[in-house]
């Protein structure tokens, strides 16, 4: 079968393999229907993801079909149409019984960056039980395509702030993961969401799809008097960092109120500096970290009562074949490209 393999820094390479084999009773071989390029797979071509290996296939965002299941798995069959979760959790840990999949003893982010990913023709998931959901038929491949990665990530970014009616929450970045932040955050009952970005085109994506109720561009209008009119001079109840910028971790404590909570969804290629002396009476609550994709059956759920919707992020196509050239186009992010959908 045809892979993408990252080779070292700066290198990937489409090769041939053969075909993913089950490991353990508890895998399951699923067919790639489609998948995505997510951006921190840009972060480990470009060597800033340590635990990645090298020769590893690269993907950890897909949907597909069930070829095989191993005697341990319980609710799949071959046959089944399923979306996958980008981390590979056992259920049974200290971290799984806590809802805390992302660090499970036995998993944690593995498809993609430890072991071989969905970036293929074939993949092999381990704990199908745990990290594969079945598609209701009324939900697409399409529909699925980003429940356990991105759609996950905004939907945790969200839940981390804690949400209360009457909450103003401020996402920065209106990328993928920040639209989906903004589409979650809505579902959790915010009161108002204000979207950031530096990009008017990625603000206009989330106007076009009704996601917040403010949209700003902080190198176009003052910001900060923005947020405090909208708070009475407070500050953001809650704060979502989807940017991943040099200074939109600053950005996002700066435009916090005191004891808001600051929620760290983007991961940074730089250390971030936290001012502690400068901040100290702000008691501020930073949350941070690798999703925790535990709600994956919730979000297929709320696709499928068109609750979340989150087709429009699909703006390219490609075939696995050129799945190159979908890595070098998505890199720019140029032409209106949120997400880029890979078929085999
Ligand atoms: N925590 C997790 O488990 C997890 C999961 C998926 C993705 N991520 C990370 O989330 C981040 C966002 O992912 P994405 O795919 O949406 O990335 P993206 O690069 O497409 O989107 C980031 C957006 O931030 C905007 N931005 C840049 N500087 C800004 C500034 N100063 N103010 C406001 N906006 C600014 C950009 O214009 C862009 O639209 C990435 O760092 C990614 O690696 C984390
Ligand atoms: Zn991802
Ligand atoms: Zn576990």
């Given at each position: 079968?045809?892979?993408?393999?990252?080779?070292?820094?700066?290198?990937?390479?489409?090769?041939?393999?053969?075909?993913p084999?089950l490991?353990?009773?508890?895998?399951?071989?699923?067919?790639?229907?489609?998948?995505?390029?997510?951006?921190?797979?840009?972060?480990?071509?470009r060597?800033?993801?340590?635990?990645?290996?090298?020769?590893?296939?690269l993907?950890?965002?897909?949907?597909?079909?069930?070829?095989?299941?191993?005697?341990?798995?319980?609710?799949?069959?071959?046959?089944d149409r399923?979306?996958?979760?980008?981390?590979?959790?056992?259920?049974?840990c200290?971290?799984?019984?806590?809802?805390?999949?992302?660090?499970?003893?036995?998993?944690?982010?593995?498809?993609?960056?430890?072991?071989?990913?969905?970036?293929?023709?074939?993949?092999?998931?381990?704990?199908?039980?745990?990290?594969?959901?079945?598609?209701?038929?009324?939900?697409?491949f399409?529909?699925?395509?980003?429940?356990?990665?991105?759609?996950s990530?905004?939907?945790?970014?969200?839940?981390?702030?804690?949400i209360?009616?009457?909450?103003?929450?401020v996402?920065?970045?209106?990328?993928p993961?920040?639209?989906?932040?903004?589409?979650?955050?809505?579902?959790?009952?915010?009161?108002?969401?204000?979207?950031?970005?530096?990009?008017?085109?990625?603000?206009?994506?989330?106007?076009?799809?009704?996601?917040?109720?403010?949209?700003v561009?902080?190198?176009?209008?003052?910001?900060y008097?923005?947020?405090?009119?909208?708070?009475?001079?407070?500050?953001?109840?809650?704060?979502?960092?989807?940017?991943?910028?040099?200074d939109?971790?600053?950005?996002?404590y700066?435009?916090?109120?005191?004891?808001?909570?600051?929620?760290?969804?983007?991961?940074?290629?730089?250390?971030?500096?936290?001012?502690?002396?400068?901040?100290?009476g702000?008691?501020?609550?930073?949350?941070?970290?690798?999703?925790?994709?535990?709600?994956?059956?919730?979000?297929?759920?709320?696709?499928?009562?068109?609750?979340?919707?989150?087709?429009?992020?699909?703006?390219?196509?490609?075939?696995?074949?050129?799945?190159?050239?979908?890595?070098?186009?998505?890199?720019?992010k140029?032409?209106?490209?949120?997400k880029?959908?890979?078929?085999?």
């Amino acid at each position: 079968m045809k892979a993408l393999v990252y080779k070292d820094v700066g290198e990937i390479e489409l090769i041939e393999k053969p075909l993913p084999v089950l490991h353990s009773e508890n895998d399951a071989i699923v067919k790639v229907e489609i998948s995505s390029i997510c951006t921190s797979d840009l972060h480990i071509v470009r060597g800033f993801v340590p635990r990645a290996q090298k020769g590893v296939v690269l993907g950890h965002e897909f949907v597909g079909t069930i070829m095989s299941v191993g005697s341990g798995v319980k609710n799949l069959k071959p046959g089944d149409r399923v979306s996958a979760n980008c981390e590979t959790f056992c259920g049974e840990c200290w971290f799984c019984r806590h809802g805390f999949v992302n660090n499970c003893e036995k998993g944690g982010w593995e498809l993609g960056c430890r072991i071989d990913g969905c970036h293929a023709e074939y993949v092999r998931v381990p704990y199908a039980d745990m990290g594969l959901t079945k598609l209701p038929e009324d939900v697409s491949f399409e529909n699925a395509l980003f429940v356990g990665d991105i759609l996950s990530s905004g939907w945790w970014g969200a839940e981390l702030c804690e949400i209360k009616p009457e909450d103003v929450v401020v996402i920065i970045g209106a990328g993928p993961v920040g639209l989906c932040s903004m589409m979650s955050a809505k579902v959790q009952g915010a009161s108002k969401i204000v979207a950031l970005d530096v990009d008017d085109t990625r603000l206009e994506v989330a106007r076009k799809q009704n996601l917040a109720d403010y949209f700003v561009n902080p190198k176009k209008e003052d910001l900060y008097q923005i947020i405090m009119n909208l708070t009475q001079g407070r500050g953001a109840d809650s704060v979502i960092e989807a940017a991943g910028a040099d200074d939109t971790f600053e950005l996002a404590y700066k435009i916090a109120r005191p004891n808001a909570i600051v929620a760290v969804v983007a991961m940074y290629e730089k250390n971030q500096i936290l001012p502690l002396p400068e901040m100290y009476g702000k008691n501020l609550i930073f949350k941070t970290g690798g999703v925790d994709a535990s709600k994956c059956s919730e979000l297929v759920n709320l696709i499928f009562e068109n609750k979340l919707n989150t087709d429009f992020l699909i703006t390219h196509r490609y075939k696995l074949e050129d799945i190159i050239k979908a890595y070098e186009f998505f890199e720019t992010k140029s032409n209106g490209c949120l997400k880029i959908a890979v078929t085999n």
